[in-house]
């Protein structure tokens, strides 16, 4: 079985490749998607395509409007989402990206250090799983697709 994986989120850490690295690395048969993870290239899009805007609120305004065709069309593909809330920066995308995956049904994954639960209680309620590494997420999946359990130490 082939699912595809949206990857969303936080775009300054390596998180991203730990899960495409840990799901090869078990043979899961996954595709990955996600945003355009170059920030300038995402904040720059919509004046590099359409042309320049005099403010920045129609400059973001016109990027937020090409990302979104990326976005939404790669969420709506997707078998499962994953959502990565980093601990440097406040990721009011990720929480869109949340939102919008549990109102299309998607199952979804979110990922994020303990110090967040508070703040994303309402999103983590909308999550089947709360991961606080990448290689949680891969163990999701190898357990989701195959049915096989992550190797434990015995005690």
């Known amino acids: 079985m082939s699912w595809t994986v949206y990857l969303s989120g936080e775009i300054h850490t390596d998180w991203r490749e730990r899960i495409e690295r840990g799901c090869a690395d078990a043979g899961l048969e996954l595709t990955f998607y996600g945003p355009v993870t170059d920030h300038a290239a995402s ?16 400059k973001d305004h016109l990027g937020a ?3 979104a065709i990326r976005t939404r069309s790669l969420l709506e593909a997707s078998d499962v989402v994953v959502v990565r809330f980093g601990e440097q920066y406040r990721q009011w995308n990720a929480a ?10 998607k199952p979804l994954i979110t990922l994020h250090p303990e ?3 508070h703040a994303l209680k309402e999103v983590d309620r909308a999550a089947l799983v ?5 290689e949680q997420v891969v163990d999701v999946l190898r ?3 195959d049915g096989t359990l992550p190797a434990r130490p015995q005690a």
Do not use: Q
């Open 130 to 134: 709360v991961a606080r590494e990448p």
């Open 96 to 105: 869109f990206d949340a939102g919008y995956a549990a109102a299309l049904g």
């Open 65 to 67: 409007g090409v990302n």
């Open 143 to 145: 357990y989701v697709l």
């Open 115 to 117: 110090e967040h639960d």
């Open 43 to 58: 904040d720059d899009c919509g004046v590099a395509i359409l042309g320049p805007e005099g403010k920045p609120f129609w």
